[in-house]
């Protein structure tokens, strides 16, 4: 059994920063030496859910360019948690922010998450980050 927790979400001004959490209780146990992925997701109202950040088990890093240089992901494997580092908020960062995974999360995954991210196998429930300028 999955779960994936989100927290860290809140307000903050732009050029401030937040950190985000997510823990995947039951990853290790499912894993079976299989390639995983974790993901950070955004959506805002009326708006489709876009790809942020993601990770893979062996730390291989993908980001969307708005981000890039902003925000940094990373992974503590014995908390089966992820994190989401994110600096010089701007308000269009503004949104739910959603962790997610995939496994096995096959080779050119991470890049079709990116544009796609409904193909992931499970979700969290999403924690909410408002930017105010």
């Known amino acids: 059994q999955l779960n994936l927790a989100e927290s860290g979400g809140g307000s903050a001004q732009a050029g401030g920063s937040l950190r985000l959490s997510c823990t995947a209780s039951?990853?290790?146990?499912?894993?079976?030496?299989?390639?995983?992925?974790l993901g950070w997701f955004r959506q805002t109202p009326g708006k489709v859910r876009e790809a942020v950040a993601i990770?893979?088990?062996?730390?291989?890093?993908k980001y969307r360019e708005s981000v890039s240089g902003r925000f940094t992901i990373s992974q503590d494997d014995a908390k089966e948690s992820i994190y989401l580092q994110m600096n010089s908020l701007k308000p269009e960062d503004t949104g739910m922010y959603y962790c997610?995974?995939?496994?096995?999360?096959?080779?050119?995954?991470?890049?079709?998450?990116?544009?796609?991210?409904?193909?992931?196998?499970?979700w969290g429930i999403g924690t909410e980050v408002r930017i105010s300028s």
């Open positions: 997610a995974l995939e496994i096995p999360c096959l080779p050119g995954s991470m890049a079709l998450m990116l544009e796609d991210p409904n193909g992931m196998d499970y």
């Open positions: 039951g990853l290790s146990s499912m894993r079976h030496s299989r390639r995983s992925c």
């Open positions: 990770i893979d088990n062996g730390g291989t890093t």
